[in-house]
């Protein structure tokens, strides 16, 4: 019993300890930054489940139009002869989109074991509740942590062909030298026979992407701001929010869709024994959102030891799920 407990709590405060020394390394460098991973705490999953459902937010949408109508090409360009697998999904969030491949997958009697990773325990748990109640006779292992960390435990807990997912635009979240590492690693970690099926969101009128994230209504805004808060929360920190301004950028050139908050004085903030001083004007970096071209994603593929199986978009042609092995 008690030593359950040990490592339950040791596990808190090794993930607080990463928590703050990615802040106040984020913090120290010029340009100041902060990791877009982590706005999802319970707040931020909520703040992200109203980005979804706004009008000018076309991505999910774009993607739950694939997974509602493609379905059966998903499935068969994921299956071989309808043999035993495992599926392992990378940020799952709720499942929105994947349960409706999981379904088809239920129904077809496909014998295969769900294993969804998010950083966020809290839509985990959500997942969990809900998956459970819609499709109880689903083989299912939640892991909470980082996409690496728990791919590793999960090719450990499976021993037959996996397929992986990492949807929703989410590898856009890496610079293109990140995504180039992270495509890599992800090979690297793979068998031959293995999928991975990556969604990217594609360069189109720059209007519309900067107004994906840009909102009026400043959802977006609170969710970047809401990592200030949770800082102040968990980190024992003073950041004043009505002091920081949100700032979002497109360059069509290079697909990058950038977040940043802005200082709006000169002015300190604490966390913990640690102070860090702000010019007026100063930026946070963010958040990245990078775009796509069809070309771009031909070269990730190739470049990091993949070929592309299928590419599924859907109906608008404004969103892809790449198909690789
Ligand atoms: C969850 C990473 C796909 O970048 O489009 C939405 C997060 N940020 N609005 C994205 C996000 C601001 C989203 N991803």
Same mark, same amino acid.
């Given at each position: 019993?008690?030593? +359950?407990?040990?490592?339950?709590? +040791?596990?808190?405060?090794?993930?607080?300890? @990463?928590?703050?020394?990615?802040?106040?390394?984020?913090?120290?460098?010029?340009?100041?930054?902060?990791? &877009?991973?982590?706005?999802?705490? %319970?707040?931020?999953?909520?703040?992200?489940?109203?980005?979804?459902?706004?009008?000018?937010?076309?991505?999910?949408?774009?993607?739950?139009?694939? !997974?509602?109508?493609?379905?059966?090409? =998903?499935?068969?360009?994921?299956?071989?002869?309808?043999?035993?697998?495992?599926?392992?999904?990378?940020?799952?969030?709720?499942?929105?989109?994947?349960?409706?491949?999981?379904?088809?997958?239920?129904?077809?009697?496909?014998?295969?074991?769900?294993?969804? #990773? $998010? #950083?966020? @325990?809290?839509? =985990?748990?959500?997942?969990?509740?809900?998956?459970?109640?819609?499709?109880?006779?689903?083989?299912?292992?939640?892991?909470?942590?980082?996409? /690496?960390?728990?791919?590793?435990?999960?090719?450990?807990?499976?021993?037959?062909?996996?397929?992986?997912?990492?949807?929703?635009?989410? #590898? *856009?979240?890496? $610079? #293109?030298?990140? &995504?180039?590492?992270?495509?890599?690693?992800?090979?690297?970690?793979? &068998?031959? *026979?293995?999928?991975?099926?990556?969604? !990217?969101?594609?360069?189109?009128?720059?209007?519309?992407?900067?107004?994906?994230?840009?909102?009026?209504?400043?959802?977006?805004?609170? /969710?970047?701001?809401?990592?200030?808060?949770?800082?102040?929360?968990?980190?024992?920190?003073?950041?004043?929010?009505?002091?920081?301004?949100?700032?979002?950028?497109? $360059?069509?050139?290079?697909?990058?869709?950038?977040?940043?908050?802005?200082?709006?004085?000169?002015?300190?903030?604490?966390?913990?024994?640690?102070?860090?001083?702000?010019?007026?004007?100063?930026?946070?970096?963010?958040?990245? &959102?990078? %775009? !796509?071209?069809?070309?771009?994603?031909?070269?990730?593929?190739?470049?990091?030891? /993949?070929?592309?199986?299928?590419?599924?978009?859907?109906?608008?042609?404004?969103?892809?799920?790449?198909?690789?092995?």
């Amino acid at each position: 019993m008690n030593v +359950q407990l040990d490592t339950e709590c +040791q596990k808190e405060t090794e993930v607080i300890t @990463g928590f703050r020394s990615d802040v106040i390394e984020g913090l120290s460098g010029t340009p100041k930054k902060l990791f &877009s991973k982590y706005f999802y705490d %319970k707040t931020g999953d909520e703040l992200f489940q109203q980005i979804m459902k706004m009008p000018e937010y076309y991505l999910t949408n774009c993607e739950l139009d694939i !997974f509602k109508n493609k379905t059966p090409e =998903l499935a068969q360009s994921i299956l071989v002869n309808d043999a035993p697998f495992d599926l392992i999904e990378l940020g799952a969030g709720d499942a929105m989109k994947s349960t409706y491949l999981l379904k088809h997958l239920v129904e077809k009697n496909i014998d295969f074991k769900y294993m969804p #990773i $998010d #950083i966020s @325990g809290n839509i =985990l748990s959500v997942l969990n509740d809900k998956l459970r109640n819609e499709l109880p006779t689903l083989d299912m292992t939640t892991l909470e942590g980082d996409y /690496f960390d728990m791919l590793d435990k999960a090719t450990s807990i499976s021993t037959r062909r996996k397929v992986v997912l990492f949807l929703g635009g989410n #590898i *856009g979240n890496m $610079d #293109i030298e990140e &995504s180039y590492h992270f495509c890599r690693e992800i090979k690297r970690k793979l &068998s031959t *026979g293995d999928v991975l099926i990556i969604g !990217f969101d594609l360069k189109k009128n720059p209007h519309m992407i900067l107004n994906a994230y840009n909102d009026p209504a400043g959802i977006t805004a609170s /969710f970047n701001m809401n990592l200030l808060l949770r800082i102040n929360r968990e980190l024992e920190a003073d950041f004043d929010i009505t002091e920081f301004q949100h700032y979002q950028t497109y $360059d069509p050139v290079s697909g990058a869709c950038r977040s940043f908050l802005v200082s709006l004085a000169r002015q300190d903030v604490h966390i913990g024994n640690n102070t860090f001083s702000f010019e007026e004007h100063e930026l946070i970096d963010m958040e990245i &959102s990078q %775009k !796509f071209s069809e070309n771009d994603i031909t070269n990730l593929a190739k470049e990091s030891g /993949f070929h592309i199986l299928e590419n599924i978009k859907d109906s608008n042609r404004w969103f892809v799920d790449s198909i690789w092995q």
